[in-house]
């Protein structure tokens, strides 16, 4: 049986703050004081994350002034806000769970 994973990405910032995720090199923008979160899920039998150099770990982060990147160590990823709608949906991969279609591109 497979897992989901969430990582909550804020803003604090004056500016926009670009968020990239990784593999899939999508990018989108949290506006200032806006929160995403990325969502991922694994469809491994054993619950495992693939694709981390750190362990057995859902996501992995780089933080710079302007940009934040997250690794999702899943098959797949979408964006949602806090109450969990979706914000955009990323389908690459394989057992991805059906989301509802979203606007491309700002959290």
């Given amino acids: 049986m497979g897992r989901t994973a969430r990582l909550v990405v804020s803003n604090d910032g ?19 004081k806006g929160t995403c979160i990325v969502v ?37 990823f979408h964006l949602s806000d806090r109450k969990g709608n979706p914000i955009y949906e990323n389908t690459l991969g394989r057992g991805c769970p059906a989301e509802s279609p979203a606007a491309e591109g700002s959290c």
């Fill in 14 to 32: 004056e500016e926009p703050l670009e968020l990239a995720v990784e593999p899939w090199a999508d990018t989108h923008r949290i506006p200032s």
């Fill in 40 to 76: 991922t899920h694994s469809s491994a039998g054993d619950g495992t994350w693939s694709g981390t150099s750190y362990g057995d770990e859902p996501f992995e982060v780089e933080h710079r002034p302007d940009s934040v990147t997250v690794w999702a160590n899943g098959d797949c």
